[in-house]
T-cell receptor, first 111, second 111 residues
Framework: RKEVEQDPGPFNVPEGATVAFNCTYS??????FFWYRQDCRKEPKLLMS?????NEDGRFTAQLNRASQYISLLIRDSKLSDSATYLCVVNLMDSNYQLIWGAGTKLIIKP | EPEVTQTPSHQVTQMGQEVILRCVPISNHLYFYWYRQILGQKVEFLVSFYNNEISEKSEIFDDQFSVERPDGSNFTLKIRSTKLEDSAMYFC?????????FGPGTRLTVL
């Protein structure tokens, strides 16, 4: 079973729409959760950390459900520049911040 | 803004040759990491390094791999005898708190 699982997409979404990504993780000892963004052939960049209480950063909202081992990312009012691959990442407890990566969900925003 | 740098940006080598990938982490960071990403696949953890020693390594990080911090600034990944399947993007990362900062990566092509 994959440790971090995401729908690979691509999600083709018109500009201005709202889009949601989901991610499930298998290891209940996962301690920290993140969404990274990766542009084609570039390094991953942290988009936001995900907290149990849920958190929002501008147009982006992240939610964590520990009971279901499920993480989500919501993007409102999507922009052309949001086109990228979104990576769900977890960090295990008692680990030296080794990050376990999902394969990513590709998002394409169309004008 | 401080950033992680990596050299070279692209390395082409013959199978069986040794390569050294170089990274300069952010100067006040204490934890260092190497990840790799085979084209079209997910990011995979290779190794973490703290206090001048390896703290964790993955199954990928076999005897062909080694890491070193030869001075106060560089962090290197050596692959002793490259194989075709070592072709990938190699990302270095460093952290001081919760967030890992990634370098732009070195694209390794093994012919």
């Amino acid at each position: 079973r994959k440790e971090v699982e995401q729908d690979p997409g691509p999600f083709n979404v018109p500009e201005g729409a709202t889009v949601a990504f989901n991610c499930t993780y298998s290891n209940s000892a996962s301690q920290s959760f993140f969404w990274y963004r990766q542009d084609c052939r570039k390094e991953p960049k942290l988009l936001m950390s995900v907290y149990s209480s849920g958190n929002e950063d501008g147009r982006f909202t992240a939610q964590l459900n520990r009971a279901s081992q499920y993480i989500s990312l919501l993007i409102r009012d999507s922009k052309l520049s949001d086109s990228a691959t979104y990576l769900c990442v977890v960090n295990l407890m008692d680990s030296n911040y080794q990050l376990i990566w999902g394969a990513g969900t590709k998002l394409i925003i169309k004008p | 803004e401080p950033e992680v740098t990596q050299t070279p940006s692209h390395q082409v080598t013959q199978m069986g040759q040794e390569v050294i990938l170089r990274c300069v982490p952010i100067s006040n960071h204490l934890y260092f990491y190497w990840y790799r990403q085979i084209l079209g696949q997910k990011v995979e953890f290779l190794v973490s390094f703290y206090n001048n020693e390896i703290s964790e390594k993955s199954e990928i990080f076999d005897d062909q791999f080694s890491v070193e911090r030869p001075d106060g600034s560089n962090f290197t990944l050596k692959i002793r005898s490259t194989k075709l399947e070592d072709s990938a993007m190699y990302f270095c990362a460093s952290r001081t708190s919760n967030e890992q900062f990634f370098g732009p990566g070195t694209r390794l092509t093994v012919l």
